[in-house]
């Protein structure tokens, strides 16, 4: 039977250098349901890659006051992302007090600060709170977000960022219509956004420059519902 797990960050962990495999969450083939990451205001610095490689099919995942520090997460595949490269029909996502600093980050399709891609199963919700993501360089061939690069890929979800702040990143997309500060595309679903997007340079993967700080690339398919956090401060 599957149950949960709680795994605790006790102390800085300093990953520079060292091999790393990605975690994969397959709730399809037996294993936990739910899994707690608590970072306990812990820093994990240098990783060569994401924390967790993909969520899938009924798993979920929580992740409380971590910092990633140096990631290093160059994909050759079609996702990117500092915690999460992709999720796919899972059971829940959460990010409280989660950061990502210093950060290189790029796919051949979606890249994000925190997750790369984004499809939740039916009726569940993505949830991303009092997060940041900082003086990091984000790079897709695809979408392209500071937090994430295509969220809700499938329809009836929700994805909720409020308290979450974006500041000094290099982003970069396939066009403009796919580069955000905080998304780059909002897919099927409904998309709650309360977010600070600061001193942010967007370009198009040729190198063209778009509008400084633009929030959110497209909504294909959705609804996006921004709050009234929402601010892009000069």
């Known amino acids: 039977a599957r149950t949960d797990a709680t ?33 306990n205001d812990k ?32 994909s050759t595949g079609s996702y990117a992302g500092a915690f999460i490269l992709s999720t796919d029909s ?19 399709n979606y890249a994000g600060g925190l ?24 790079s897709g061939n695809g979408s392209a977000g500071g937090v994430i690069g295509h969220a809700l890929g499938g329809g009836n979800t929700t994805a909720a960022i409020t308290g979450t ?19 780059g595309t909002v897919g099927a679903g409904t998309c709650e956004l309360a977010a600070t997007v600061d001193g942010n340079t967007l370009k198009t993967v040729s190198g063209d420059t778009l509008v400084a700080d633009q929030i959110l690339g497209r909504a294909a398919g959705g609804e996006e519902a921004l709050g009234g956090g929402e601010t892009a401060d000069e």
Not at 7 to 35: E, H
Not at 90 to 108: K, M, Q, R
Not at 176 to 183: L, R
Request: proline share 1%; with cysteine; net charge neutral.
């Open 90 to 108: 899972c059971y829940s996502i959460t990010l409280d007090n989660c950061h990502v600093e210093g950060a290189t980050i790029s796919s051949s």
């Open 7 to 39: 795994v605790d960050v006790l102390c800085d962990i300093d990953m520079t250098g060292k091999p790393w495999a990605a975690v994969y969450l397959d709730g399809y083939s037996g294993q936990a349901r739910n899994v707690t990451i608590n970072g």
């Open 115 to 138: 997750i790369g891609y984004s499809s939740m199963g039916s009726g569940r919700v993505l949830t991303i709170t009092n997060c940041s993501v900082k003086d990091s360089t984000i």
């Open 165 to 183: 702040t974006v500041t000094g990143n290099a982003i970069s997309g396939e066009k403009a219509a796919k580069t955000g500060a905080v998304m």
């Open 43 to 74: 820093k994990i610095t240098g990783l060569g890659g994401a924390l967790v490689s993909g969520v899938w099919s009924n798993a979920g995942v929580t992740f409380k006051d971590l910092t990633l520090v140096g990631s290093k997460v160059e």
